[in-house]
């Protein structure tokens, strides 16, 4: 009896352990982890792209080594809410009528489609967030979400967000697109009759003190914690890992407030800091301005920064270091999430992209800010790390792509076959695996678009796809068709900074014709 008892104990540990061992197997060879990066307005100013020549950016650029680099990538709504939710639902803004900051929840197509979390989800796989993702219903998509987004500190007049001392007072929007300064420039405004006076920084979100005494003496800002967060997440999950992962960090850097530790700042003296290129007069033959029926206010941040220094160039430095200052203290967040990855036992078998959601102006075209439809603004950043295909790390793909592209991809890769309807009311995915590019970055058999497909909100007071304004981006032009029927076209082969609209150009008249039949065919 007993040694019958034994000969059946070894039997089931045996089998356990065999089953065991063929989960991580399938896991391994079926299921790899997935680890999204986000960030928010970052466009080319990333050492691996080289959009700025003084970038810093050591851990962006290490992930670059060890991806496949699109380098011909784009936003599909150059504004946050709309490009977010378009991403992670994987449907185009045209295809949902969601062009603006209405909630992506209530809208009738993309609340009965999947978002790319609940997909997973849905497939066997634990679903993690953090940070800046989506601009509403965030914790319940998700089985656990970590750090909710705050954009501040501020400086505070004693009851609301007020204006920075060394921000002109020609400049100041808001808050948020009011602020640029580093964390050791510490507000201090004395009172008078008009106010009561501020001194420090202040953290309106939780409402208390923001603590800044040095860098190595303050409080944390939220992209710190939320990448702190991340890293005991992934410690966490390598202790169990049953079940393959989904994991997304979104931070809110480079958005403005353009607010950072000093130390960043010190990356970029203002004295031998280089202004992007910018063609005096460029915006002449440019027609954005004109779909405006009103001038909204961010479309004034260059005018106001213009007024706000007596020499422009060094207005034009002063914000640029501060943006830059953020984007290298968003690079350092993400070298501690890929550290953590890296010295985890989950680094052999987890999928790794970063995108942005857009990105952004500053100063070319007399623009500062970003939702418009010209290069420096629906160009991003997009990096795609793949253990399987491990051989092309480092290299680049000049197709054009986007982010409606990232939910196929992660689906491909992941070898889920699942629709991503919920019901008949929802949309089907809009884009296309780039997996093709991953394992060929030359000659991928993309089954996609020739075409990068970009659209801004025209008529504010329609979402009829026919009342918007939209650019395609091909290998070598851009072509942009305004809702007021103007259009654009830049020739990317000799004009990288779209000096030149070429759309009037009797010459320019088939290419112009065969791209507008490109975004005809993307808009049916």
């Known amino acids: 009896m007993i040694k019958n008892h034994l000969i059946k104990l070894l039997i089931v540990t045996v089998v356990v352990c065999f089953i065991s061992s063929n989960n991580t197997i399938a896991q391994s060879k079926k299921q790899p982890n997935v680890?999204?990066?986000?960030?928010?307005?970052?466009?080319?100013?990333?050492?691996?792209?080289?959009?700025?020549?003084?970038?810093?950016?050591?851990?962006?650029?290490?992930?670059?080594?060890?991806?496949?680099i699109f380098t011909n990538a784009h936003t599909n709504a150059p504004i946050c809410a709309p490009s977010r939710a378009s991403m992670l639902t994987g449907v185009y803004p045209h295809k949902s009528k969601n062009f603006w900051f209405s909630k992506w929840s209530q809208n009738d197509v993309l609340k009965n489609s999947k978002t790319l979390m609940q997909y997973m989800s849905d497939n066997g796989y634990q679903t993690f967030g953090t940070g800046k993702l989506m601009?509403?219903?965030?914790?319940?998509?998700?089985?656990?979400?970590?750090?909710?987004?705050?954009?501040?500190?501020?400086?505070?007049?004693?009851?609301?967000?007020?204006?920075?001392?060394s921000v002109p007072k020609e400049y100041y929007q808001n808050k948020n697109d009011g602020l640029y300064s580093s964390l050791a420039d510490i507000p201090n405004v004395p009172a008078s009759k008009n106010t009561k006076g501020y001194k420090g920084w202040y953290n309106v979100k939780n409402r208390k003190p923001f603590n800044y005494v040095n860098d190595e003496n303050r409080d944390l800002l939220n992209d710190e914690i939320s990448a702190n967060w991340a890293v005991n997440k992934i410690s966490e999950i390598e202790n169990?890992?049953?079940?393959?992962?989904?994991?997304?960090?979104?931070?809110?850097?480079?958005?403005?407030?353009?607010?950072?530790?000093?130390?960043?700042?010190?990356?970029?003296?203002?004295?031998?800091?280089?202004?992007?290129?910018?063609?005096?007069?460029?915006?002449?033959?440019?027609?954005?301005?004109?779909?405006?029926?009103?001038?909204?206010?961010?479309?004034?941040?260059?005018?106001?920064?213009?007024?706000?220094?007596?020499?422009?160039?060094?207005?034009?430095?002063?914000?640029?270091?501060?943006?830059?200052?953020?984007?290298?203290?968003?690079?350092?967040?993400?070298?501690?999430?890929?550290?953590?990855?890296?010295?985890?036992?989950?680094?052999?078998?987890?999928?790794?992209?970063?995108?942005?959601?857009?990105g952004y102006n500053h100063g070319e075209k007399d623009f500062i800010y970003k939702n418009n439809l010209w290069e420096e603004t629906t160009r991003i950043p997009m990096l795609v790390h793949s253990p399987e295909f491990k051989n092309n790390?480092?290299?680049?793909?000049?197709?054009?792509?986007?982010?409606?592209?990232?939910?196929p991809t992660i689906v491909d890769l992941c070898n889920i076959k699942a629709s991503n309807l919920k019901n008949n009311n929802g949309a089907l995915l809009s884009g296309f695996s780039m997996k093709p590019f991953l394992a060929n970055p030359k000659n991928g058999k993309w089954k996609g678009p020739k075409v990068a497909l970009t659209v801004v909100r025209g008529n504010p007071k329609s979402n009829e796809p026919n009342q918007q304004s939209y650019s395609v981006r091909s290998k070598n032009y851009r072509y942009i068709r305004y809702v007021n029927g103007k259009e654009e076209l830049y020739n990317h082969t000799n004009d990288k900074y779209e000096w030149t609209n070429l759309a009037y150009k009797p010459q320019f008249k088939k290419r112009k014709k065969k791209l507008e039949k490109q975004l005809d065919k993307l808009l049916k």
């Open 35 to 68: 680890l999204l990066i986000m960030l928010d307005d970052l466009n080319d100013y990333v050492g691996f792209l080289g959009g700025h020549p003084q970038a810093k950016t050591p851990n962006m650029d290490a992930l670059a080594l060890e991806s496949v």
């Open 135 to 165: 601009h509403d219903r965030i914790k319940s998509e998700w089985d656990e979400y970590g750090i909710e987004n705050d954009f501040g500190p501020y400086a505070f007049d004693g009851k609301k967000a007020a204006r920075h001392p």
């Open 393 to 407: 790390a480092g290299k680049k793909v000049n197709h054009p792509v986007s982010l409606i592209d990232v939910y």
């Open 240 to 358: 169990n890992n049953s079940k393959p992962f989904f994991l997304a960090v979104g931070f809110v850097r480079p958005h403005t407030p353009l607010v950072a530790p000093q130390k960043y700042f010190d990356l970029y003296p203002l004295e031998t800091l280089q202004l992007p290129k910018i063609k005096k007069n460029d915006i002449e033959d440019t027609f954005y301005r004109s779909t405006f029926r009103w001038t909204p206010p961010w479309a004034k941040h260059y005018e106001e920064l213009k007024a706000s220094y007596t020499n422009f160039d060094d207005g034009l430095r002063t914000y640029l270091q501060a943006y830059l200052a953020c984007v290298s203290f968003a690079d350092e967040q993400v070298g501690k999430v890929m550290t953590a990855l890296k010295n985890s036992k989950l680094n052999d078998n987890t999928i790794v992209i970063l995108v942005s959601d857009h």
